[in-house]
């Protein structure tokens, strides 16, 4: 190890060596030790955030970067129901990278894991030609939420928002300086994401099934249908209601779009009865017999709809 790696592992350490009591062994040894709550099961899951595929460094901090690749990893577990317990953290840095920046992107990091009880126990530090987070999460629950269990009959439910963070990315794709309200709204939309962790748990013995919302509402909502075996309806009037003035200010066919098919919002959408939907979930469909997704106009009208997910290997 050279002697700047050693000194931005000493960095990395200051900044990110905070435990709980979930945590035996944490940073400083070869492999963190985790204590699992006695009766419930370990949640596993792992995010990558990589630089000109999805993100570039105008667009935001790294102090930015640290706590958006962080609360992205985090959204997975909210999904699941699952509590938090630590995550490690793999960085791939360039080699002209400052000490500064590594240091903020680290304290981006550590306020995301204060904020969401999740202590960061170690991980891995190598060069390469971008930047580059791997964040694997780990967490806790008695029983879990999945996208298997939606029936139909029951209800389509959305917590948080969806759109707004692909309008922001639009603007910064656009290069547009954000010198309205609604463009620096939209884009701290993108900026800075939160996973709806107590939502998620919230969700236990209400829905039936979970997903998080990172690859686009209809892109998320066929994942779901299919693991359900089941259609799902998406009533566009129920979903424009709850829509962000913002992105409603867009006009309500963009503001539509932007909602179905925009991606990274990480919300939540799940299914579950009528009577057991929780105050901060709202309606915007159903569960019914069949396969795929469809959008029912206010006039009735279904139309199929298909996802416009990015692939990362194509071509």
């Known amino acids: 190890?050279?002697?700047?790696?050693?000194?931005?592992?000493?960095?990395?350490?200051?900044?990110?060596g905070r435990a709980t009591d979930a945590v035996t062994l944490g940073i400083g040894d070869d492999a963190a030790v985790l204590q699992v709550p006695r009766g419930e099961r370990l949640v596993v899951s792992v995010d990558?955030?990589?630089?000109?595929?999805h993100f570039r460094l105008p667009w935001l901090s790294p102090l930015q970067l640290g706590a958006r690749s962080f609360e992205a990893a985090?959204?997975?577990?909210?999904?699941?129901?699952?509590?938090?317990?630590?995550?490690?953290?793999?960085?791939?840095?360039?080699?002209a990278v400052s000490a500064r920046f590594v240091q903020q992107l680290a304290r981006g990091q550590a306020a995301v894991a204060a904020r969401q009880g999740c202590p960061v126990l170690g991980g891995n530090l190598?060069?390469?030609?971008?930047?580059?987070?791997?964040?694997?999460?780990?967490?806790?629950?008695?029983?879990?939420?999945?996208?298997?269990?939606?029936?139909?009959?029951?209800?389509?439910?959305?917590?948080?928002?969806?759109?707004?963070?692909?309008?922001?990315?639009?603007?910064?794709?656009?290069?547009?300086?954000?010198?309205?309200?609604?463009?620096?709204?939209?884009?701290?939309a993108w900026r800075r994401p939160a996973a709806?962790?107590?939502?998620?748990?919230?969700?236990?013995?209400?829905?039936?099934?979970?997903?998080?919302?990172?690859?686009?509402?209809?892109?998320?909502?066929?994942?779901?249908?299919?693991?359900?075996?089941?259609?799902?309806?998406?009533?566009?009037?129920?979903?424009?209601?709850?829509?962000?003035?913002?992105?409603?200010?867009?006009g309500v066919q963009p503001a539509l779009d932007l909602a179905l098919h925009g991606g990274e919002d990480y919300a939540l959408l799940a299914t579950g009865p009528a009577q057991r939907r929780p105050?901060?979930?709202?309606r915007i469909g159903r569960a019914v017999q069949g396969s795929g997704v469809v959008l029912v106009s206010p006039d009735g009208r279904r139309a199929p709809l298909r996802s416009r997910q990015y692939l990362h290997f194509t071509g």
């Open 126 to 188: 190598a060069r390469g030609p971008e930047v580059s987070l791997t964040t694997t999460v780990f967490g806790s629950a008695r029983r879990v939420l999945t996208r298997q269990g939606a029936r139909p009959g029951d209800e389509l439910w959305l917590v948080g928002q969806v759109g707004l963070a692909a309008l922001g990315l639009r603007l910064l794709q656009a290069e547009r300086r954000p010198t309205s309200r609604a463009a620096r709204v939209a884009i701290d």
């Open 74 to 95: 985090l959204s997975d577990l909210a999904a699941m129901g699952a509590r938090p317990l630590g995550a490690v953290c793999g960085l791939v840095l360039p080699s």
């Open 196 to 250: 709806l962790l107590g939502e998620g748990r919230a969700l236990l013995g209400r829905a039936s099934a979970s997903i998080d919302v990172s690859d686009g509402l209809v892109s998320d909502a066929l994942q779901l249908a299919r693991a359900s075996e089941l259609r799902l309806e998406l009533e566009a009037a129920r979903l424009l209601e709850g829509l962000s003035p913002t992105l409603m200010s867009q």
């Open 48 to 53: 990558a955030a990589v630089e000109g595929t």
């Open 279 to 282: 105050a901060f979930a709202r």
């Open 1 to 16: 190890m050279s002697s700047k790696e050693h000194r931005l592992v000493a960095l990395l350490t200051q900044e990110l």
